[in-house]
């Protein structure tokens, strides 16, 4: 059974910076893909960024595009997603997803991720 458990999420004024972390248990990362998504009230869930585990091919919607870095660390099996920059519409709770088929990647489309963590808010507010 795949669990995935979210941290760093908070307030943070414009411009600032927060790293979120997806620590996995019950499946390696190696052979995987951990992506990050995000959901603001009324919103669909967005896929935000994506890494694959054997080569570390990483994925970044347009919006977040030289903000955000995703990494991984697969001696702690943990992604992390470093967000530079926020801004307010950046506000959403966050949440990391993991499948195993790594092509899925790509697509940052919520549909193809199977286990997903609870969840941790972001709120970009001055």
């Known amino acids: 059974q795949v669990q995935l458990v979210e941290s760093g999420g908070g307030l943070v004024q414009p411009g600032g910076s927060l790293r979120l972390s997806c620590a996995a248990s019950g499946a390696s990362l190696d052979i995987s893909a951990v992506g990050w998504f995000r959901q603001a009230p009324g919103k669909e869930r967005e896929g935000v960024s994506c890494?694959?585990?054997?080569?570390?091919?990483?994925y970044y919607t347009d919006s977040v595009k030289g903000r955000f870095t995703i990494t991984g660390d697969s001696a702690e099996n943990t992604v992390y997603l470093q967000m530079n920059n926020l801004q307010p519409p950046d506000t959403a709770v966050y949440f990391c997803?993991?499948?195993?088929?790594?092509?899925?990647?790509?697509?940052?489309?919520?549909?193809?991720?199977?286990?997903w963590g609870q969840g941790t808010q972001v709120t970009v507010s001055s």
């Open positions: 997803a993991y499948t195993v088929v790594e092509g899925m990647c790509a697509f940052l489309n919520p549909v193809d991720f199977g286990y």
């Open positions: 890494i694959t585990g054997s080569d570390g091919k990483t």
